[in-house]
């Protein structure tokens, strides 16, 4: 609770009056819980429940949305694939500097399909974390599972950063309805270690913040902690695409600072339902 506290000073002070906290156990729950009722909270949490709790969550009947306008469950946390930066996000093709290594999947393709068909059956949002174009195609295959066995308008299903994208797997999400919370806060702080790792030819798929637009995807944009502003840093790169070292990452990608601004508020709001 005196951790939430500070969090919450920490997020105002940068103008911040809802956050996603993504993955929390069932302890971290009830100190949201707690912060809230002494009146500690003073942001919005949308809270997403590491994918163990997925069993329990059922088991006592909740749903998205379960909660006030202060606390509400959020979706069903999913971590299917690595992290761009350390060559472990799961690719179709090797990393540039690595040719060794296509990256991998952390969990079993059928177990990452049950949990995601569970989920929806039940009124639970999933959250899925899949960096690369190998664990993205796998996530929509899930959730195109999922809702060809019950269909579910505005489930908002997400992708969780979705750092490298490609072109048939844009039309697939908007077809399938799914979100994407986009780790495009990454362009500036860690952007040319993505650049080693894909290489320029595959720049366009990185974070492409225009063709989300372009394909009516919303796309909300996530800090994962990087910037000494989170939001600020995220709209910098949705607009610049420019890197700590200067390198201008698919420029076409970028879109103008209205909508960069839209990112991180009302599709970040859309995400939350």
Known sequence: I?????????ALSLGCTSINDAGIDAFEIGAY?????LGVLKVRAYMMADDELLEAILGVGLKTG???????????????????GAR????????????????????????????????HRNGLQVAIHAIGDRAIDIALDAIEEAVRRK???????????AGYVLREQLERMRRLGVCVSASIGF???VGDSHLDALGAHRMRGYYPMHSFSEHGIVAGGNSDGYGSNW????????????????????????IPVMDAIRVYTINGAYLEG
């Open 187 to 189: 362009c500036h702080p």
């Open 66 to 84: 379960f909660g006030n306008e202060l606390v509400k469950l959020g979706p069903l946390k999913i971590v299917f694939d690595g992290s761009m």
């Open 2 to 10: 005196e951790g939430l506290k500070v969090a919450c000073d920490r």
């Open 33 to 37: 819980q707690s912060a809230a009722k």
């Open 231 to 254: 939001a600020i840093t995220g709209i910098h790169g949705c607009v610049t695409r420019k890197t700590m070292n200067g390198k201008i990452l698919a420029k076409e990608e970028a």
């Open 151 to 161: 269909p579910w308008l505005g489930h908002r299903h997400r992708i969780e950063h």
């Open 88 to 119: 472990t996000a799961a690719m179709f093709e090797p990393y540039e500097d690595d040719p060794s290594t296509r990256g991998l999947l952390l969990i079993e393709v059928d177990e990452l399909k049950r949990r995601v068909r569970e989920a």
